[in-house]
């Protein structure tokens, strides 16, 4: 259990990395942080149980975090992308950098739950997205 202070800076910073992950991420070699980005969520045709969108977007705020095994992003403490570099599914998300400031994942949806179908983009707006993108590129298979 973190501490009182862990707890009111997490209550504050709801965009920042929650720290066990960020200590999860460190045991697998940090290469890359990224918190209090502004996120923007694409829908493209999605339908899942009970939810069906034609075009919609959101914004959100939150982080990301790039290790040697894995990328993680949340908006704001929700675990919105959990994408291990060495699963089988992870070559269906498609990545890329778009003006050197946002950095995209693309990917159909069903890939992850059969339920659903469309496409979903997600796109983190922030200056290090060309680094980030490096670092994905040279981690994915």
């Not at 800076?9 to 209090?36: N, Q």
């Not at 502004?38 to 939150?62: C, D, M, Q």
């Not at 990545?95 to 739950?113: H, I, Q, R, T, W």
């Amino acid at each position: 259990m973190g501490t009182l202070k862990q707890k009111i800076a997490d209550f504050f910073r709801p965009t920042d990395l929650p720290a066990k992950t960020r200590i999860f991420m460190e045991g697998e070699g940090l290469l890359f942080a990224a918190e209090r980005v502004r996120i923007t969520i694409v829908y493209h045709r999605l339908r899942a149980p009970g939810r069906s969108f034609h075009n919609k977007r959101e914004t959100v705020w939150g982080s990301l975090a790039i290790s040697n095994k894995r990328l993680v992003g949340y908006a704001f403490k929700k675990k919105i992308i959990h994408l291990p570099f060495d699963h089988r599914k992870t070559g269906s998300v498609k990545f890329s950098c778009v003006n050197g400031k946002v950095l995209v994942a693309a990917f159909d949806p069903v890939v992850f739950n059969p339920k659903q179908s469309g496409s979903m983009e997600i796109r983190y707006h922030f200056n290090g997205a060309e680094e980030a993108y490096g670092i994905i590129r040279d981690l994915i298979p």
